[in-house]
């Protein structure tokens, strides 16, 4: 699991204002040595939001307190967010504060330690850095990284292995659009036996981002769960990131598997 630490979070909200007061204050000082420190008063809160959304937005997907600290802002699926989605953020920021600050407190009752405004924008802050990707030429963004023809070069093809059950011994590449697993023959890529009746036709999928180097865990709202090894569950629409060598199962510890 990646979710960033909230005392890390906390830091990185310091450091970062620190960095905007600094700015704030040799920017009024200059405003009002010229006779405009009004301006000043109005345009600092403007400066606050544009770092912000420009920074969490941007390539590296972090506030300077958020790079510092080792953290990123991810969407659901691990990718670095978009401006619009770092504007959303910011305007759940304004609100998690307005409610005296409960809003902030949010992360600390939650296993995916999300802030109302990432509830609202439905990100997460997590471990690490984005990565560079390779681009194909048909494609735009990280969706388009080619993972076979390049990422290949720079580490170990991604994996799902089923570590006991009737799938024992199988391995399957996790690709750029991820496997699903279930009974159904036709809609999964990891096809479990008809006999296993408390395995949902379509249980969960797995998909792995070259960006973060992890996988992300989806539950499609099977009717006996999927959990993590140490017996958590995992929620439907709540995905949860693992790295390589962390196992989960479905249904029950008889259905295991690890992703490598």
């Known amino acids: 699991m990646y979710y960033g630490d909230l005392g890390k979070r906390t830091l990185a909200y310091f450091i970062d204002m620190f960095m905007l007061g600094a700015i704030g204050f040799l920017f009024g000082f200059i405003l009002s040595f010229i006779g405009l420190g009004l301006i000043a008063v109005i345009v600092s809160p403007v400066i606050s939001w544009l770092y912000f959304i420009l920074m969490e937005g941007g390539e590296w997907h972090a506030t300077l307190g958020k790079k510092v600290m080792g953290l990123y802002v991810a969407d659901s699926d691990g990718n670095g967010i978009s401006y619009s989605t770092a ?39 997590l471990n690490g850095s984005p990565e560079p990707v390779f681009k194909n030429s048909n494609s735009a963004g990280y969706a388009g990284a080619n993972v076979n023809a390049y990422a290949n070069e720079y580490a170990n093809v991604p ?15 996790v690709g750029e659009s ?13 096809v479990i036996p008809s006999s296993q009746a408390n395995v949902s036709r379509v249980h969960c999928y797995i998909t ?16 006996y769960g999927t959990f993590l090894s140490n017996g958590i569950k995992v929620e439907y629409s709540q995905p949860v990131a693992l790295k390589r060598g962390d196992r989960f199962y479905i249904a029950s510890p008889d259905n295991t598997f690890e992703v490598r």
């Open 87 to 125: 504007t959303l953020r910011m305007i759940g920021k304004i609100l998690s504060g307005l409610i005296l600050g409960i809003g902030y407190i949010m992360g600390f009752f939650n296993e995916q330690k999300q802030c109302l405004h990432d509830m609202i924008a439905k990100t997460y802050v």
């Open 159 to 173: 994996e799902l292995v089923a570590v006991n059950g009737p799938l024992a011994g199988m391995i399957y590449q």
């Open 178 to 190: 991820g496997v699903i697993i279930g009974r159904d023959s036709v809609s999964c890529q990891v």
């Open 208 to 223: 792995y981002n070259p960006m973060s180097g992890m996988f992300v865990l989806n539950d499609r709202n099977s009717t």
